[in-house]
């Protein structure tokens, strides 16, 4: 048996909630790999419903490591009528990451909800739905 002492001065990698908790500035660090995307028509309803031409909607997940466990970002996307793929912000991100502020508190839904999508918009991931939808 593990003494309490020991196993309290081990890292978590997680906490009880499941949830990986890191600061927004570590998002850049991750390194996140296509896993799959998909046509849903959920969520070209929601495109509908925010006043979009879509021609096709689904959504698109991402997957990588943070300290050897798995990590995974999905969200909603739309293809509009001229070929242009952008990500449907009306639903949050769906993640196991839960930012932290400085203090190691957690971010507001609203805060980490931004930083999510501006860490979204540095992935490559229009390309990796255009390419599921051509295949």
């Known amino acids: 048996m593990i003494p309490s002492s020991y196993a309290m001065s081990l890292p978590q990698v997680y906490s009880s909630d499941y949830y990986f908790r890191l600061a927004a500035h570590e998002l850049a660090d991750l390194e996140l790999q296509h896993s799959v995307s998909v046509q849903d028509t959920a969520a070209l309803a929601d495109v509908y419903r925010i006043g979009l031409a879509g021609r096709r909607a689904g959504l698109t997940e991402w997957e990588g ?3 050897g ?15 242009d793929i952008r990500a449907i912000t009306l639903v949050a ?8 502020d400085i203090k190691g508190y957690d971010m507001t839904d609203e805060s980490a909800t931004a930083c999510l999508w501006a860490f979204i918009a540095t992935l490559p991931w229009q390309q990796s739905v255009a390419q599921s939808l051509s295949e």
């Open 69 to 83: 466990s798995a990590l995974s970002l999905g969200w909603d996307w739309a293809e509009l009528e001229d070929g």
């Open 93 to 100: 991100p769906r993640t196991n990451i839960q930012l932290i």
């Open 65 to 67: 490591l943070y300290q």
